[in-house]
């Protein structure tokens, strides 16, 4: 907190670049979440989708998921579902009424309301990398542990970039924070830093119990009013194949009691948590989900879950997750297909396998984006930041990102390809004819500040130009923007004694020992 | 001739790497042009649809395109449109009438039959970069003019990737030979060093009947062989706004009465050649192809046409062109849109605005190329290789490229999204349960090899593993690719008679002088 204070007073005035650029390190899109307007790419039929609905309820209802946690299992015993030992197999009737229950599209408020957003329908949303142990940045040079000051430095970009709308788990794991406090330091931390929609880790009902309370106390809000409406949201994975573990159920069903965001997103590698071939990986990731889903609805019915996949493939020589392949494209469309079957908001992510922020990097993360928006997912994680199949996080990374997240916020633009008179322009055309140019027109002027997407980080000199500024490669560019919006970022306002309920919870919960750290 | 094929000899056995690899530099997939099996994006309403087309034909009919080449002009004159200087206007019943002419998908075969391909309906072919004047690669380390070598070396990579269905202009521009005999050499080097489908700039009858003669005499065919069916093609440039020049329709109207195939691609940059609006530029592009398409058909109806794409925007601070932008991608989704409205086979391209083979060039190359694959195009040109918004070709990008193509045609293999019992897999799903993994089971055994798209480029290694192999970054990688294909490089099969006659062929015209150099 003080830590927090001290640097959001030292840093108050912008300095050097962005003082010069006139108080913003760049020119960025503003707030303004969009919306996906194409057709989704649909590679399966009617038939093909019906089949893995029909795999995936003949899992639940013969082959069973193991639930690992009483609780539930006493939940799904009450609801009449078959269990054996921890096995719980659910008839189809069951899993589809509950699922039917869920809405198709909810609000999540954070605690400024001007960053509220909706998952569902065909909003668009991108959330930071989320949960790698390790960091990198071109100036350290090689993977290191994530510390609190590269989480803060991450948060903080987090909240800078327009196009990240909302705050998933840790952009990186601080392991210089003890377990049995780090919960309470980095949501501190992010509430401070963002103003964005929060996320609790579902690892142990004193994590979740304390992150809602500091989401609670953050936004201002009585216990009714944190009740009344979703103010931050979960994500849970189940243990691929057919395993939802204590703690994260425990999570989910903490926050469907109080009717916050679900998202359960299982983590099926084909050819190794799930079959090596894509749509029985689909198949096994949607019970695994719908399970979650029926569970939350009915302990409260109409709680705003949303599925997700996370179904890629491995490397066949090695084991190692690949990401960003042919196989993970199809397999996060098809599973779009299958939500919108289901009526269910979608969460996929931005992902790839690189280990530093290269072309490999790039190819496989716009190939991971484009199959989110061509899924039509709701959610999309990880979509700034992520390298090494999740294991590093990278600052560089997350400002290369943000750059393509822009350009997919501006594609969504439905002016792009406005048709009106004024758009097929005749009258500019008749007036340049075949002997001129249109630089110089008033059609052009009157739309010259507009009409083009405008990057921060792309390069667009020629060689010439681009090697007498110093022939710099994109990270190397994103880097030097890295250390400008951290040296010259400002906090979102919050109110004195909102800062100070957070610190003196923080204080307290520090002092009673945090939460357990045996699981 | 005596260069290659001394070359030939010395590299007959396969050195280094490749011979350790058992004869091949990488395991890549085999020639297999792939069939879009997606529904294409369509930003248009009907009414959009409608709107551009009603643009292009009052640009026709009203506006009118210069036709700088007295021949059309007559040939426009006798079909009844109206004439004004050099100033075309043509009725839409005419321009209709014509383009309904044109076939939707027609053959090009080249020297080897094997190497046939199909452009129209739902295939997607792509070509190597073509016409930039410059090169650049790791080991030179800055941009420096074409020369031969750096000319050869790149028609070897087209040679060598499978994923490369046709062989564009020159892949670099090769300033060390004398423009007059330049084309000898280099359409030389290309029917030597690859056996796929064959280019010819149009510009001058000399360069166009020479390359339709050495392709003639490459596939060891008579006239009349030649003339019975498109064994290569050309592309022309309007020069945009709405003005052909005299060499590209001379090369134009000389391929249509050969029925040799012919692609018109009008260069609209919005903002500067074009309107700033997307729509505009968009129509104006198409009232340039489509009277050109409509000259080709009264010269010889039936004769295979494409209409190609090349609609982006300017960067509106500096002028300079922009690609793989937001824009790019919506006007080349819009052009599919029109594409097939006409029935005409599509044009676009994978083209990028950065310098080096970096972030951006991918994520800009990936926009593009995603946009090719959306709109429903059919040829893809400068798929690989492409810098500088055209201006340097550099082999590292080429070789990155084609492990997104090689990605792109792997992701159109329906076997991706089968939903078969053997790919729903219950039971192996059954069979692993909830407490084993599927790495070695059957099913997975039986599709150990197959199942997943192998790169040949992406390193998924974890960080520890991609360091211990040195750390290499991605255009290091393809750099030392480069060496090992282009040092293990063999040629395709020639007979001797063909090879001594095209040199024969080579060598007098070079006697002759070539071709002017005065247009």
Known sequence: MSQSAARKRRGGGRAGNAARRGGAVIEQMPWNPPLNIDRPIEPLSEEGVMAIHEGAME??????????????LEIFREAGCRIDGELVRCGREFIMEMVGKAP????????????????????????????????????????????????????KLTQYFNCIHFAGGYPVEPVDIHA????????????????????????????VEDVMEMVRIAGGLSHEEFDATPRMYTNINSTSPLKHDYPMLDGWMRLARRGQGLVVTPFTLAGAMAPVTMAGAVAQSLAEGLIAIALAQYIRPGCPCVIGTFTSNVDMKSGAPAFGTPEYMRATQMTGQLARFYKLPMRSSGVC?????????????????????????????????????????????????????????RYMDPSLTATGPDEIALDAIRAVGNDGHFFGIQHTQDRYSTAFYQPFLSDWKNYEGWEAAGAIWTPERAHHLFKEIVGSFEAPPMEDAIRDELADFVARRKAEGGAPTDF
Chains 1, 2 share one sequence.
């Open 59 to 72: 899992i639940l209802e013969d082959i069973g998921i193991a639930i690992l946690n009483p609780e539930a």
């Open 104 to 155: 198709d599209s909810f609000t999540l408020t954070p605690r400024n309301p001007e960053r509220r957003i909706t998952v569902g329908g065909n909003t668009l949303l991108f959330g930071n990398v989320s949960s790698p142990p390790n960091y990198w940045d071109m100036e350290i040079g090689r993977k290191v542990p994530g510390t609190r000051e590269m989480c803060r430095n991450l948060l």
């Open 180 to 207: 049995s406090v780090r919960h309470l330091d980095v949501v501190h931390d992010k509430l401070v830093l963002t103003d964005k929609v929060m996320h609790a880790y579902s690892l142990g009902k004193e994590r």
């Open 353 to 409: 396998a690189a280990n530093v922020p290269d072309g490999q990097a790039m190819w496989e993360t716009s190939n991971s984006l484009w199959a989110a928006v061509q899924s039509g997912s709701n959610m999309v994680y990880h979509a700034a930041g992520w390298l090494e199949g999740g294991l590093i996080a990278s600052p560089e990374k997350f400002i290369m990102d943000c750059e393509i997240l822009q350009q997919i916020q």
